[in-house]
């Protein structure tokens, strides 16, 4: 069984369909949870999985100046087979990205090729685009430049406002990944 820790910042949904997978879905006999991380102390993810009786633990980006050093010291200690990144807003460190090399896996709600960092569906809601692609990709030291593991294509040309866009992305999203992690978890 492989150890495996989440990392978030912030609502915690895509964390939650995986859990919920681990629990009673098709990730049962795959992984453990080990820990859900929060580099946000307030994290609305972090309530929810404690309410779904998971380990959780966190290092306030804001606060703490040496938070790659803590944050890499910490996960060398809980030494997990993968690490997911689940609405994880903050760049690695280069020298987690290397200690752990293809091992940490992150899910993006564009098509990485086309659109990096933040903000994939209003980027797509923008561009006025009728389909966008949700990735699936291995963590390398660039912005969203690693592996692409799977992709998903979702139609939006019925969508007219963000929040539908936003909306059927994430049940994708929530759906999909657990599809992916499992491949990589075998
Ligand atoms: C998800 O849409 C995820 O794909 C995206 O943030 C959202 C997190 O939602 N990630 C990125 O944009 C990473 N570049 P969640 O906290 O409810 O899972």
Not at 11 to 27: C, D, P, T, Y
Request: positive net charge; charged residues 30%; contains cysteine.
């Amino acid at each position: 069984m492989k150890k495996v820790v989440i990392l978030i910042s912030g609502r915690g949904s895509n964390m939650k369909a995986i859990v919920e997978n681990v629990q009673k879905g098709i990730l049962q006999n795959y992984c453990e949870v080990v820990e859900v991380f929060s580099n946000k102390p307030d994290a609305e993810g972090l309530g929810i999985a404690t309410k779904m009786g998971l380990k959780t633990f966190s290092i306030a980006s804001r606060k703490e100046k040496n938070y790659n050093g803590l944050l890499f010291e910490h996960l060398k200690e809980i030494t997990p087979d993968f690490i997911i990144l689940a609405g994880y807003m903050k760049i690695l460190d280069a020298k987690i990205v290397k200690y752990f090399e293809r091992k940490i896996i992150n899910i993006h709600p564009a098509d990485t090729k086309l659109h990096q960092g933040l903000n994939g569906y209003k980027w797509a809601f923008r561009n006025k685009l009728s389909k966008t692609k949700i990735t699936v990709h291995f963590v390398d030291e660039g912005l969203d430049s690693g592996e692409i593991i799977d992709q998903i294509e979702v139609d939006i040309s019925n969508c007219q406002t963000l929040i539908e866009i936003e909306c059927k992305g994430l049940k994708i999203e929530h759906k999909f990944y657990s599809e992916c992690l499992k491949k990589i978890l075998k």
